[in-house]
Each structure stands twice: as structure tokens, then as C-alpha cells.
């Protein structure tokens, strides 16, 4: 069984500074999918970054990158310039290729602080 | 907005009882997708309608069905209710019938079981 494991339940950062969330995962799988999805007080969930495993370059999305380390299964989500927007749970998603049962940790709680 | 509707926004019940939660995809979206969020954990997948027809399924319960109509709008329905029950519940949509992480997810139905 797949698991993902976010280690930090709760962050705060500096408007402007750069944060960085932690998340693991566990899967004897060779391809899948990697997601970052952020949860803001309005409950939406939202996908911000999202990896395909046999990509070797991490992905970017404007403020947003990922240190993806396959051999470690670890995937880390940096903001960067933080803003008082980025205020939210922060979900680390796995899911196996094809496969649609997107499993999620139980979450980072960032408050970006002005 | 993600285009994705859900109804009700907040429902209180007794336990026991049986409820129907309704969620309407974005246009043009043929996939819908039911999770689970209980206080202070990550997203648990239900089940997922492609077009009408059962996909994928999750960590369902017994007590718990869900169907797609022809106009693509689904129902999750939740009977016999325990007071573990009490969640958030999430649709989201998606084009295709493969989940490649690019959902659109609802604002949520909070259930609250008395």
C-alpha cells in the first residue's frame, strides 16, 4: 500500500521569505504521479505543482518548486516571496500510474505572517 | 471558482439517519470523483464515475453509494450514519476518465452526524 507521510503538521513563514514543506512516501512503484494541492480557509482544494516520476527535472510554477529525490521517495514543496495568500493546508498526493485513487497526507497548516 | 457545485453546503443529521449529497461537474467534464475529509486528515477517495459507468473505487463503505446520472450531476448517499461519519465530502471532475491529478474540486459538503 501506498503512503504518504508530511511530517510537519503545522508552519509558519515571514511575507516575502522562502518556505519549504516536507512530505514522503512509500510505494514499491517505478511510475507515478506526485501532487502538491493547496487547501485555503474557503475548503477548495486547489493542485499546485504536480511531478510524473520518471521525469528527472523538478517541476516549477512560478513561486512554487519541488526538490523531487526518487531514491529517497521525497518530495518538498518551496515557496518562495511568500504571500499572505499562500495561507493554507498544504496536501503532498501520491498516485500510481493509470491508477485513480490519489492517495494524500494528512496535511501542513502554513500561515504566511506579515 | 472551480465550476464544481455542491449541495448542501452544510447538513446536520442524526446518526442512523440517510442522507444525499449532489455535486455537479464543470462543463464539459465527464469524470466525478467523491472524497472523504474527516477533521485533521487528508483526503480519502471514495469512488469515481466515468461517464455513467463505476471507474475506480476507494475505501467506500458498504453504507455508502454513489451513482452518475446522464446529465453527468452525481450522487453520493450516505445511509445508516454513524458519528464517524461526520466529514467534509469532496467532489471533484476531471475531463478524462484516467485521473492525472488535475481536478476540480467543490467547496465540500460538511456532514454532521448527532
Request: one cysteine or more.
Amino acid at each position: 500500500a501506498q503512503t504518504v507521510t508530511q511530517s510537519q503538521p503545522e508552519m509558519s513563514v515571514q511575507e516575502a521569505e522562502t518556505v519549504t514543506l516536507s512530505c514522503t512516501y512509500d510505494t514499491s512503484e517505478n511510475n507515478y504521479y506526485l501532487f502538491w494541492y493547496k487547501q485555503p480557509p474557503s475548503r477548495q482544494m486547489i493542485l499546485v505543482i504536480r511531478q510524473e516520476a520518471y521525469k528527472q527535472q523538478n517541476a516549477t510554477e512560478n513561486r512554487f518548486s519541488v526538490n523531487f529525490q526518487k531514491a529517497a521517495k521525497s518530495f518538498s514543496l518551496k515557496i518562495s516571496d511568500s504571500q499572505l495568500g499562500d495561507t493554507a493546508m498544504y496536501f503532498c498526493a501520491f498516485m500510481k500510474l493509470y491508477n485513480n485513487d490519489m492517495r494524500f497526507g494528512a496535511g501542513t497548516r502554513l500561515t504566511v505572517k506579515p | 471558482d472551480s465550476g464544481v457545485t455542491q449541495t448542501p453546503k452544510h447538513l446536520i443529521t442524526a446518526t442512523g439517519q440517510r442522507v444525499t449529497l449532489r455535486c455537479s461537474p464543470r462543463s464539459g467534464d465527464l469524470s466525478v470523483y467523491w472524497y472523504q475529509q474527516s477533521l485533521d486528515q487528508g483526503l480519502q477517495f471514495l469512488i469515481q464515475y466515468y461517464n455513467g459507468e463505476e471507474r475506480a473505487k476507494g475505501n467506500i463503505l458498504e453504507r455508502f453509494s454513489a451513482q452518475q446520472f446522464p446529465d453527468l450531476h452525481s450522487e453520493l448517499n450516505l445511509s445508516s450514519l454513524e458519528l464517524g461519519d461526520s466529514a467534509l465530502y469532496f467532489c471533484a471532475s476531471s475531463s478524462g476518465g484516467v485521473n492525472t491529478g488535475e481536478l476540480f474540486f467543490g467547496e465540500g459538503s460538511r456532514l454532521t452526524v448527532l
